[in-house]
């Protein structure tokens, strides 16, 4: 039974600093988690502005097998299908949006401002060091946790060097700060029912717009390979996303997100629901198992409810179930040189848009890139069963 507004603040209350408990001590055990990880649960400066976006432009630089063509063997800067031209008759991506607010800032890497809606938002912006001529970059939105901010995604995910491994351009958005849950901790997005109406989640998704819109226009992307990721609220906010922004988005991520439906937590009744996609993309649903829990959420309800959706809709999805509960997915670093979160960034690589509806390279079997406890389709994931570093409500 859902509990009232009165017992659900004092419970509430009595979680103050929940969502954000293990920021900073689990920033200097990320390593060690990383490293616990890898003996238990592991398998064997700026891109210039290019305006035109043709198919073969696409695929100038890569190889017959989706790689770059100047990626050496040992380099571990891996593009897959994403780097490939679409096939004869393949639904590709459309344009993207046109800026809202009349002529795009001029961006840069680091922190910007962009007014959309009429207010003024902030986003970090990722550039992939040493461009080379005719590279294209796929681009990966980033939403926070509660209690998060941009600048601690930056950090804690390794965003500047994924994207200078994995060759892609990151935008972090930094949340606007005007949303309360029952009127009582602030929120970072418009995740449930209470904290926003459909305007302001409108506004948030026209946010999303102006971003794509301007760095679009700026720099060197690949509007084939336009992917989501959110980790805890941001992967709340991401489902919400996906589900009215398809249309744009080759893939997307929630990492301990999910929608409302069955669980046993009380936020559980409060979040949105699942929106039928214009199009079925790619998904890939990580959560902490059971246990993943935080601020009266039920994730492991909540992540499930996210497949059952996009399952009936015949969305093509990869599940990845940990066992350290609302913390820092214990991935560890697949190779030298590259980061905990390398088949993270490798899912988005290998799911363009023209992939035909609920088809994936990896429907079949993981390469080594991927922890034993990934696996395609949902419930088919063997939940980790290794050492947790970082466990409990950390995010």
């Given at each position: 039974?859902?509990?009232?507004?009165?017992?659900?603040?004092?419970?509430?209350?009595?979680?103050?600093?929940?969502?954000?408990?293990?920021?900073?001590?689990?920033?200097?055990?990320?390593?060690?988690?990383?490293?616990?990880?890898?003996?238990?649960?592991?398998?064997?400066?700026?891109?210039?502005?290019?305006?035109?976006?043709?198919?073969?432009?696409?695929?100038?630089?890569?190889?017959?097998?989706?790689?770059?063509?100047?990626?050496?063997?040992?380099?571990?800067?891996?593009?897959?299908?994403?780097?490939?031209?679409?096939?004869?008759?393949?639904?590709?991506?459309?344009?993207?949006?046109?800026?809202?607010?009349?002529?795009?800032?001029?961006?840069?890497?680091?922190?910007?401002?962009?007014?959309?809606?009429?207010?003024?938002?902030?986003?970090?912006?990722?550039?992939?060091?040493?461009?080379?001529?005719?590279?294209?970059?796929?681009?990966?939105?980033?939403?926070?946790?509660?209690?998060?901010?941009?600048?601690?995604?930056?950090?804690?995910?390794?965003?500047?060097?994924?994207?200078?491994?994995?060759?892609?351009?990151?935008?972090?958005?930094?949340?606007?700060?005007?949303?309360?849950?029952?009127?009582?901790?602030?929120?970072?997005w418009p995740i449930t029912v209470d904290s926003a109406n459909q305007a302001r989640r409108d506004e948030e998704h026209t946010f999303f717009d102006d971003m794509l819109a301007c760095v679009s226009k700026q720099f060197a992307i690949n509007r084939e390979c336009v992917a989501g990721f959110g980790v805890s609220a941001g992967a709340l906010y991401v489902a919400q996303l996906a589900s009215v922004r398809s249309f744009y988005l080759s893939s997307f991520i929630s990492a301990s997100g999910g929608v409302a439906g069955p669980g046993n937590g009380v936020l559980n009744n409060l979040l949105l629901p699942w929106t039928k996609a214009q199009r079925a993309l790619p998904a890939l649903v990580l959560w902490g198992g059971p246990k993943d829990t935080c601020v009266l959420t039920d994730f492991d309800g909540a992540s499930k409810n996210l497949e059952k959706a996009l399952a009936a809709d015949g969305h093509f999805i990869l599940e990845c179930v940990h066992n350290c509960d609302h913390s820092v997915p214990p991935f560890a670093a697949p190779a030298p040189g590259m980061t905990a979160f390398a088949p993270l960034w490798d899912f988005v690589l290998r799911h363009p848009y023209w992939l035909a509806t609920g088809t994936s390279p990896l429907s079949s079997s993981l390469p080594p890139l991927y922890p034993s406890w990934c696996a395609p389709g949902a419930g088919n994931a063997q939940i980790r069963s290794g050492v947790c570093v970082e466990q409990g409500c950390a995010l």
């Open positions: 039974m859902l509990l009232s507004r009165a017992a659900f603040a004092v419970s509430l209350l009595a979680l103050v600093g929940c969502a954000d408990s293990g920021a900073s001590s689990a920033d200097s055990q990320h390593d060690a988690a990383r490293d616990a990880a890898a003996a238990d649960g592991q398998r064997d400066t700026q891109p210039a502005p290019d305006s035109t976006r043709d198919a073969a432009g696409d695929a100038r630089d890569a190889t017959a097998d989706g790689t770059r063509a100047d990626a050496s063997p040992d380099s571990n800067i891996l593009v897959t299908m994403c780097a490939s031209p679409p096939p004869s008759g393949a639904t590709t991506a459309p344009p993207p949006p046109t800026y809202g607010g009349g002529t795009c800032p001029a961006l840069v890497a680091g922190r910007n401002t962009l007014v959309s809606s009429g207010a003024q938002r902030e986003l970090i912006l990722v550039l992939p060091n040493n461009p080379q001529p005719g590279e294209r970059f796929p681009l990966i939105f980033m939403w926070h946790w509660l209690g998060g901010s941009a600048d601690k995604m930056l950090t804690r995910v390794e965003v500047q060097n994924a994207a200078d491994q994995q060759r892609f351009i990151a935008v972090i958005p930094e949340a606007k700060g005007d949303l309360k849950l029952l009127g009582l901790r602030d929120l970072p």
